[in-house]
């Protein structure tokens, strides 16, 4: 190959190769942006309630804003806090039980902020008692020395204990078990009844072995009114990640935000995002009920003592070492 033929070839690739920077220069700062920043590590719980985080993580919505975030699932709320406290998670999606969380709280003030929470009530359900399907059980006080049911972790056993003793069910035993065993336990007859969640209720109802008792249980024996919303899952990001990276912190909220948006607009298209992250699949995605969902700047003061109530709960019980302030674990922008 002559001399004027190599320049030429040299001359060609190195005009390809500045071709093939330049174009890759053009997506560089989003891609970048995305890549140097942090992994926010999110810790959930497979429950229906999460459906706004599932949905922002496949609909792109963390992507768009730059972000690169770890879904981190766990068997249980409490499981999730843990990790918050030990550093291994900077956040909880919806869900994740709001007492838990105040129990970090407790053993490290100021650990996180609460951006949004996921009240439910007789109508936005979320909590429930089930029985097997021809259980001769007509209502919580029928429970009076039965053996019961709950989700694992101090808030779902403590919860299903004033639930039942408010409800005149005296003398019943509660047993912490896997939500995803609830349906089989009960409809094996190892249990009388649940306390649980959704989407519990409406798998049993679904296949055919279990009924719900009574829903919306927290709302009424626990805060007074059937209807009165119970914040008891929060989303969170701990106050080192949002002291730390508070412009990532921002763009996440908004996010998330978007996530919930979805939902509240767009329910039908959002239910599909719930497989993958929960037992959800198939034609139970349209069944499933929805909770409703609270950001930040939209607690009223009501919102806040009705948090509190629930929290007090705890408190009045000794679960709680001490009282914990609802507003001074929320976000405030």
């Not at 709320?77 to 843990?82: C, N």
């Amino acid at each position: 190959m002559s001399q004027r033929s190599s320049a030429i070839n040299l001359s060609r690739r190195r005009l390809v190769q500045s071709a093939a920077l330049g174009a890759a220069c053009l997506g560089l700062p989003a891609l970048s942006r995305a890549q140097s920043g942090p992994v926010i590590r999110i810790g959930f719980w497979p429950v229906a309630a999460g459906l706004p985080f599932y949905a922002a993580v496949e609909k792109g919505y963390f992507k768009e804003a730059g972000l690169n975030v770890e879904p981190q699932k766990f068997a249980g709320a409490q499981q999730v806090m843990e990790a918050m406290l030990a550093g291994r998670s900077d956040g909880s999606a919806n869900g994740t039980g709001s007492a838990n969380l105040a129990i970090g709280e407790i053993a490290s003030p100021g650990l996180f902020k609460i951006f949004a929470s996921n009240p439910s009530n007789a109508q936005y359900v979320l909590d429930e008692f089930i029985v097997a399907k021809d259980s001769p059980v007509k209502s919580i006080a029928d429970l009076k020395g039965k053996k019961v049911g709950s989700g694992p972790g101090i808030q779902n056993a403590t919860l299903a204990r004033t639930v039942l003793e408010r409800a005149g069910a005296t003398g019943a035993t509660v047993v912490e078990l896997a939500i995803s065993q609830h349906v089989a336990a009960v409809a094996a007859g190892q249990l009388d009844a649940c306390y649980t969640l959704e989407p519990t209720g409406t798998v049993g109802r679904l296949n055919g072995t279990t009924r719900v008792l009574e829903a919306g249980v927290i709302a009424k024996y626990v805060l007074g009114d059937p209807m009165a919303p119970w914040f008891g899952g929060s989303a969170s990001l701990t106050t080192a990640f949002l002291k730390k990276y508070p412009e990532e912190s921002k763009r996440f909220i908004q996010a998330y935000a978007r996530g919930i948006d979805l939902v509240r607009k767009h329910p039908e298209e959002a239910r599909q995002y719930m497989k993958g992250y929960t037992a959800i699949e198939g034609p139970m995605t349209q069944e499933v009920p929805l909770a409703a969902y609270t950001l930040y700047n939209e607690f009223t003061d009501s919102d806040v003592q009705y948090f509190q109530k629930f929290f007090d709960l705890f408190a009045d019980k000794g679960v709680f070492a001490q009282k914990v302030d609802v507003a001074s674990m929320l976000y405030k922008g």
